[in-house]
């Protein structure tokens, strides 16, 4: 990796001297400049000087230690006020303060400096590498494998090899083939990597019998040299592969239902995954009719070695609550309580709290500061919303008016009172289809029809019908990509599990598929539990979103979004950060766009 002085100071005179000429007045200055004083003058000078005070007062600032400061005065900069001989010292005084202080957002600022003016190489080169990995931090980890390795093309860093690894293990078959015409023959020695650990599904012997294989045939390449330090650490897991699960789940009783898709969903993938899961055996036990301690002891009798289930919010928390359990577990719900407790316990659901604080985190991303709430007059609606209010406080956003409605009346007085409460900038919506097709109409009533509208997975039933859901047109919303394969990944032929997907989309009643998906992720969790044990930063990119585990082992999932048009789901595209439309991640704290406005 190229490495960089950390003092401000040094950067200019690199920059600077990477240039070929030195500006007038940086180098002259004395280092105990005051930085007050000089974004003083800039206010009373002209753009081009103003700029230039300000680039000043900000490399001061970062000198002095004051690097917040330092690098709000950076990113405020027009940088196409300044000379040409100043705008590469600006581009890499904010891309390092934005690497230092976490902001990716402040180094992809600064990179867009690369597509504008001839950059020296190595300035060049320390560019994209920060620009790389501050795109991995946005999620938008195809645009960053492909600058980290064309970063590493022309220095040959094996320092790059886990970064590189890091976004290429996030990615789906569809994105790493779209990858190939893109890059040379190191990225293609990456994406051949990158597919057999795929294929691999979770079989560790295999695994490294062909990581063996390409390395012999890619002796030169970087990760063959050095093996990614992620893949080094699943050689652990050799000799603990998952062959034996037992599924605890209730055959009668009020979960019978939920619990019999679910079932569904795991019997169907495990048979169409037969010959990619290695002979693994299921166990199903029936929670309904023994203690749950009676059903570890039978599931240990019978040689298991992990369990899915069980799917009652109860039994859930009191596993949560012990210190250890019998034996790994992926428990289908999540607790009463604030955290997990139990060692080697993990709790996985369709969690709509979950999709509540996505939504808040997405509004306040695209540049949203005064929501206002409508959500149903009940339970399931004040402890959604309640997770929604949280989550949006958390990131200094106001709740202008939370209205509670009654999810059997009509919307219209309602929408009325959700608009009465102050002036919203978005609105967060809770509601199953037949009331959320009321809520547009009704803004439009009252003049609000560009009010953006961001919305959980239940308004949307899961099958195209354009002449009902056109009423929901530029209604922004989360769901699984099982249900918007559009939206989430292009198309039906790029579904994580397709064979699976094809087999229980066939015949599945709507209101269950997405628990059918739930029970097909929880099946290829549960195989890979030893891996989330052993390596917390896994990931799954499964049927019902990207899967991540948290501290305290309960699952997250991250949902991709979607936007009516014509009463369909279809991707929401926006900003283009490379010259090619990657998924919309609006920059934070930005005035709000016309995303989600009805025209």
């Given at each position: ?6 003092g ?9 001297l990477?240039?070929g000429?030195?500006?007038p007045?940086?180098?002259d200055r004395?280092p ?5 004083y000089?974004l ?7 753009p081009?000087q ?5 680039l ?11 690097r917040?400061?330092?690098?709000e005065?950076?990113?405020?900069i027009d940088d196409?006020?300044?000379?040409a001989e ?6 890499m005084l904010?891309s390092?303060?934005g690497?230092?202080?976490?902001e990716?957002?402040a ?6 400096l690369?597509?504008?003016i001839q950059?020296?190489r190595d300035a ?6 920060r620009?790389?990995?501050a ?10 494998a492909?600058?980290l ?8 860093s ?14 789906e ?9 893109e890059?040379d023959d190191?990225?293609r020695?990456?994406?051949a990597l990158?597919?057999l650990?795929?294929?691999?599904g ?9 990581l ?7 002796a030169r ?6 093996v990614p330090?992620?893949?080094i650490a ?6 603990q ?18 619990a019999?898709a679910i079932?569904d969903?795991?019997r169907?993938?495990?048979?169409s ?5 290695g002979?693994v ?6 929670t309904?009719?023994?203690s749950i ?11 298991a ?6 799917l009652?919010?109860d039994l859930v ?7 250890r ?6 428990g289908l719900n ?15 659901g369709?969690?709509?709290e ?12 695209d540049?949203h500061?005064r929501?206002?709430m409508?959500v ?14 949280e989550?949006w406080?958390r990131l200094?956003?106001?709740?202008t008016?939370?209205v509670a ?10 929408t009325?009172?959700v608009?009465?409460g ?14 959320a097709r009321q ?5 439009d ?12 997975s239940?308004?949307f039933?899961?099958?195209p ?9 530029d209604?922004?919303f989360?769901?699984?990509?099982w249900?918007i394969?559009d939206?989430a990944v ?15 989309h066939?015949?599945?009643?709507p209101?269950?598929?997405r ?5 097909v992720?929880a099946?290829?969790?549960a ?5 989330f ?6 990931e ?7 899967l ?18 014509r009463?369909v789901?279809?991707?929401i ?6 010259g090619t ?7 934070p704290?930005?005035?709000?766009s ?6």
């Amino acid at each position: 990796m190229l490495k960089m002085p950390r003092g401000l100071l040094a950067i200019a005179f690199l920059a600077i001297l990477l240039a070929g000429c030195a500006p007038p007045g940086i180098v002259d200055r004395v280092p105990d400049d005051d930085p007050a004083y000089l974004l003083e003058q800039a206010r009373q000078q002209g753009p081009e000087q103003a700029a230039i005070s300000r680039l000043e007062a900000a490399d001061i600032l970062a000198r002095q230690g004051r690097r917040t400061q330092a690098l709000e005065v950076a990113s405020d900069i027009d940088d196409q006020r300044l000379p040409a001989e100043y705008r590469l010292q600006w581009a890499m005084l904010l891309s390092e303060l934005g690497e230092s202080e976490g902001e990716p957002w402040a180094v992809i600022q600064a990179a867009q400096l690369l597509d504008e003016i001839q950059v020296p190489r190595d300035a060049g080169l320390i560019l994209r590498e920060r620009h790389g990995r501050a795109l991995a931090q946005v999620d938008e980890h195809r645009a960053a494998a492909l600058i980290l390795i064309g970063v590493q093309a022309q220095t040959d860093s094996e320092a790059l090899n886990d970064p590189i690894w890091s976004s290429l293990s996030r990615l789906e078959g569809p994105e790493l083939a779209s990858m190939r015409d893109e890059t040379d023959d190191l990225g293609r020695g990456w994406l051949a990597l990158a597919n057999l650990v795929r294929e691999s599904g979770g079989d560790i012997e295999r695994l490294f019998m062909r990581l063996d294989e390409w390395r012999e045939r890619n002796a030169r390449h970087p990760a063959a040299r050095s093996v990614p330090e992620d893949l080094i650490a699943l050689r652990e897991l050799r000799g603990q592969e998952v062959r034996h699960i037992a599924v605890f789940l209730p055959e009668s009783g009020p979960l019978a239902g939920v619990a019999e898709a679910i079932r569904d969903g795991i019997r169907s993938h495990h048979q169409s995954a037969a010959e990619r899961n290695g002979g693994v055996r299921l166990t199903f036990l029936d929670t309904s009719r023994s203690s749950i301690d009676a059903l570890y002891e039978e599931a240990r009798n019978r040689g298991a070695q992990v369990v899915i289930g069980p799917l009652d919010k109860d039994l859930v928390t009191e596993l949560e609550n012990r210190d250890r359990l019998p034996l790994p577990t992926l428990g289908l719900n999540y607790g009463h309580g604030e955290t997990n407790r139990a060692q080697g316990f993990f709790q996985y659901g369709l969690s709509a709290e979950d999709e509540a604080r996505q939504v808040a985190r997405r509004g306040r991303d695209d540049g949203h500061r005064r929501s206002a709430m409508l959500v149903p007059d009940n339970e399931w609606g004040r402890r959604v919303g309640r997770a929604f209010e949280e989550e949006w406080r958390r990131l200094d956003g106001t709740i202008t008016n939370a209205v509670a409605y009654d999810p059997r009346g009509s919307a219209t007085e309602s929408t009325r009172r959700v608009l009465s409460g102050g002036r919203p900038d978005m609105l967060f919506l809770l509601a199953l289809p037949s009331y959320a097709r009321q809520v547009p109409p009704t803004l439009d009533y009252y003049n609000a029809s560009t009010l953006p509208i961001y919305a959980t997975s239940h308004l949307f039933e899961g099958r195209p019908q354009p002449l009902l859901d056109h009423d929901l047109d530029d209604v922004n919303f989360i769901d699984i990509p099982w249900q918007i394969p559009d939206a989430a990944v292009g198309g039906v032929e790029a579904l994580p599990y397709l064979s699976s997907y094809q087999q229980l989309h066939a015949d599945a009643d709507p209101s269950v598929f997405r628990l059918m998906a739930m029970g097909v992720d929880a099946y290829e969790l549960a195989r890979r539990l030893p891996q989330f044990q052993l390596m917390p930063e896994s990931e799954l990119n499964g049927a019902t979103g990207r899967l991540t585990r948290a501290a305290d082992g309960r699952i997250e999932r991250h949902l991709p979004w979607a936007r009516f048009q014509r009463g369909v789901p279809q991707p929401i595209l926006a900003i283009d950060l490379l010259g090619t439309d990657l998924m919309e991640n609006g920059l934070p704290d930005r005035e709000p766009s016309a995303n989600g406005q009805r025209n």
